[in-house]
C-alpha cells in the first residue's frame, strides 16, 4: 500500500459519505459449498457486475434524496445491521453508529451523488466485491456547489431475497478515473475452515515486517497475481504484481526510511473461504528539514483462501481521518 507523498492534504473529503457491512440473513442453502464444480457453476450465475452496479445506483439515488430523514432511511436500508466502514466517516461499526454519522452528513443542502463508474467480482455465490468511483456534491456556506471524488472498496453480501447488501467497505478521496481494466472473476478453492481473526492479522504483521525490512518480494507473495489495488495518496490505481512492485518501490524511493505499524485490525468474514480485513496504521518517516513525522493511515484487504492458502486479491489504502472534535 503505497504511502508517497503523505504529507499531501487529503482529507477535505471527511464531509462526505460511504460506508460497509456483516451479512445479516445470508442464504446458504444450495449445494456442497465444497464442491470446486459447484463453485464455479454458482460464480458463474452471478451477474457480479450488474448486482453490485444495481446497488451503486440504489446508494445514489437514496443519498440525493432532498428530505434528509427519508435519504437516512434509504441509505441504512442498503447495509447490514451489523455493517463495518472504514474511511470518510472514520471507524463505523453498526447501523447504529452509522445513523448518527448520516444524520450529519446528509443534513447538508442541495446534495446530489453520481455514479462515475463500477466493477464487480464474484467470490461466491454469496459474496461479491466492488471497486466504485463517484462523485459527492452539496451547496457550501457560501452558496457555491462543493464536489468530492471519492473511491470505495466494497464487500456485498447476498440476504434470503436474493438481493445483496454491503456487509464492509474502505471509502477514500481520490481524482476522478476512468473505470479500470476487467479482470475475471474469482473461483478460490473452498475449505470448510472459515476465515481466522488470528490467521489474517497475522499475515498483515509478516506483511508489516516484510515491508520495514524492504524485502518486496517477500511482501508480493501476499497477493494473489492479478491483485486489484485502489489507493487514495496519490490517486493510484492498478492491476498485477507487476505495477503493484513499482508502486512499493516508489514509495520506498520517496521516504526511504519509513516504517509501518499496524494498530488494529478487523476481519469480516465472507464465507468459508474469502474475508475482509479493515486496518489503522501508523506510518512514520523523516519529514522535511529533518523532522520526525507520524501519519495515521487506514487499509482494507479482501483476502480469497485457495490451495496454497490466504492471499490478498483486492486492497484500498487512505489517509485516516483525524479524530472528531
Known amino acids: 500500500m503505497n504511502r508517497r507523498h503523505v504529507l499531501g492534504a487529503a482529507l477535505a473529503a471527511c464531509t462526505l459519505f460511504t460506508f460497509t457491512l456483516t451479512g445479516c ?34 446508494f445514489m439515488a437514496a443519498s440525493s434524496l432532498p428530505d ?11 447495509f447490514t445491521d451489523d455493517m463495518q466502514h472504514i474511511g470518510v466517516f472514520g471507524r463505523v461499526r453498526g447501523k447504529a453508529e452509522l445513523n448518527a454519522v448520516l444524520q450529519q452528513a446528509l443534513s447538508a443542502p442541495g446534495r446530489q451523488a453520481t455514479l462515475l463508474s463500477n466493477d ?54 481520490g481524482v476522478p478515473l476512468p473505470p479500470p481494466p476487467s479482470a475475471p472473476s474469482l473461483s478460490p478453492e473452498r475449505a470448510a475452515v472459515s476465515s ?12 508489516q515486517s516484510s515491508f520495514n525490512a524492504r524485502d518486496v518480494d517477500a511482501l ?38 519509513i516504517q509501518v505499524q499496524l494498530r488494529q485490525y478487523d476481519v469480516v468474514a465472507l464465507g468459508d473461504s474469502a474475508a475482509m480485513g479493515l486496518g489503522a496504521w501508523e506510518d512514520s518517516f523523516t519529514g522535511p528539514g529533518g523532522t520526525p513525522v507520524a501519519i495515521q493511515t487506514q487499509t482494507s484487504e479482501i483476502f480469497v483462501r485457495g490451495d496454497d492458502g490466504w492471499r490478498i486479491r483486492f486492497e484500498g489504502a487512505s489517509f485516516a481521518p483525524p479524530p472528531a472534535q
Open 25 to 58: 440473513g445470508q442464504d446458504l442453502s444450495g449445494p456442497d459449498p465444497a464442491d470446486v464444480s459447484t463453485i464455479d457453476q454458482q460464480i458463474n450465475s452471478v451477474d457480479a457486475q450488474a448486482e453490485t452496479t444495481k446497488w451503486a445506483n440504489a
Open 68 to 78: 434528509k430523514d427519508q435519504a437516512v432511511a434509504a441509505v441504512l436500508a442498503l
Open 120 to 173: 464487480g467480482w464474484a467470490l461466491d455465490r454469496n459474496h461479491l466485491v466492488s471497486i466504485t468511483h463517484f462523485d459527492n456534491s452539496f451547496i457550501g456556506p457560501d452558496g457555491q456547489r462543493l464536489t468530492f471524488h471519492l473511491r470505495a472498496l466494497r464487500a456485498l453480501e447476498r440476504q434470503r431475497d436474493g438481493t445483496y447488501l454491503v456487509v464492509s467497505e474502505h471509502t477514500s478521496p
Open 196 to 207: 481466522s481473526q488470528d490467521v489474517l492479522t497475522a499475515l498483515m504483521t509478516s506483511w
Open 220 to 257: 508480493l507473495r501476499s497477493y494473489t497475481r492479478d491483485i486489484r489495488f485502489v489507493y487514495a495518496f496519490e490517486g493510484e490505481e492498478g492491476m498485477g504484481k507487476d505495477a503493484l512492485r513499482a508502486d512499493v518501490n516508489g514509495t520506498l524511493a520517496a521516504t526511504p526510511d
